[in-house]
């Protein structure tokens, strides 16, 4: 079992920046990997991007590609999400998700955190 809570979500102006981050509890947080997701009003949830074990790997959705950054530090079991260049088309609530296992859905998920991007 992993817990995992995000932070550092809030408002800010297109064209600015934010950085989320996803501690999680547990041991074993390195054996995790980890991903970003968000859900806009009155849309499903995507993907955002995700992070081998080892951090050595990472993958974005296109609509992100070039902006956003996906980090962690195992030692400090927390998993980063940089945000550049904001547009208002990234306002939603992001989640963070962890799996142990290449393929499989993801099997622990965060609270949320609100991100608005005014125009």
């Known amino acids: 079992q992993v817990q995992l809570v995000e932070s550092g979500g809030g408002l800010v102006q297109a064209g600015g920046s934010l950085r989320l981050s996803c501690a999680a509890s547990?041991?074993?947080?390195?054996?995790?990997?980890m991903g970003w997701f968000r859900r806009a009003p009155g849309k499903e949830r995507e993907f955002v991007a995700a992070?081998?074990?080892?951090?050595?790997?990472?993958s974005y959705a296109d609509s992100v590609k070039g902006r956003f950054t996906i980090s962690r530090d195992n030692a400090k079991n927390t998993v980063y999400l940089q945000m550049n260049s904001l547009k208002p088309e990234d306002t939603a609530v992001y989640y963070c998700?962890?799996?142990?296992?290449?393929?499989?859905?993801?099997?622990?998920w965060g609270q949320g955190t609100q991100v608005t991007v005014s125009s």
């Open positions: 998700a962890a799996k142990t296992v290449v393929g499989s859905p993801y099997a622990y």
């Open positions: 992070i081998r074990r080892s951090g050595g790997s990472t």
């Open positions: 547990g041991r074993t947080f390195s054996s995790y990997t």
